[in-house]
Each structure stands twice: as structure tokens, then as C-alpha cells.
């Protein structure tokens, strides 16, 4: 687990490279993790505490229909922390959210950018 930070049951990983949204979620799917889900306030404080994880992908799209935001593992929006004036719904198909400093927000897919896998610990 180089490279990964433990945190209540759940390992992180935070990159250095900059990819695509779905590119960055098939390099944590090829290592039995997926874009991080921060379901909790507690869970961003984490995050937003570790040092290189500002401007990275995580696991909020609305791929499968418009505005409806769902995580990587289909569960529903539960906890936000959106940025000032996002969702920004008349922006022209933005589908993938970005963590930054200032809460989360809406950025096209194919731009480059860090990302962060999670996964959970498991025996």
C-alpha cells in the first residue's frame, strides 16, 4: 500500500499526475479502489487537511441524467460541500466535480487534473 493514507477503515491515495475524469477512476478501478465518495464532513476535513489532494477528481458525476448527482457506487448525494454558486446548472454538460479549497465544483471530464482513489480496508 505505498503511497496510500489510512483513515477510519479506508485507504486514500492521492495522485500526482493530472488526468481525465475517467481515466483517473480506471487507475483506481485497476488497483481495487475507486474515486473517493466523501460522504460526511469529517471526510472532507480529512481530505481538505492532506497535503496535495486540493484540485483532484472525486466520484460525483451526473452522467446518467442530467443534475442528478450520484457517486461512483450509486448511491445517492447525501452530504454537500459545494463551492459558491455550484452546482452551476447553466454550465453546457459539465458531469464530473472536483474538490477544491472552496468546496466542490463542476469541471468537464476531459480535463487533466490530480484525483483520489479510495478503498476500503479489508483483512
Known amino acids: 500500500m505505498d503511497g496510500w493514507i489510512y483513515y477510519q477503515s479506508h485507504f486514500y491515495f492521492i495522485s500526482s499526475e493530472l488526468l481525465g475524469w475517467s481515466e483517473s477512476r480506471r487507475y483506481c478501478r485497476e488497483r481495487g479502489a475507486d474515486l473517493i465518495?466523501?460522504?460526511n464532513r469529517?471526510?472532507?476535513d480529512f481530505i481538505l487537511k492532506t497535503p496535495g489532494s486540493y484540485n483532484s477528481w472525486m466520484g460525483l458525476s451526473d452522467f446518467v441524467v442530467d443534475d442528478r448527482w450520484k457517486w461512483v457506487d450509486g448511491s445517492a448525494l447525501n452530504f454537500t460541500f459545494w463551492r459558491s454558486g455550484e452546482p452551476n446548472v447553466t454550465k453546457n454538460r459539465v458531469d464530473c466535480i472536483l474538490s477544491t479549497t472552496a468546496g466542490w465544483a463542476m469541471y468537464p471530464c476531459n480535463y487533466?487534473?490530480?484525483w483520489i482513489c479510495e478503498k476500503?480496508?479489508?483483512?
Open 120 to 123: 476500503l480496508f479489508s483483512k
Open 42 to 44: 469529517e471526510e472532507e
Open 112 to 114: 487533466g487534473f490530480k
Open 37 to 39: 465518495i466523501i460522504d
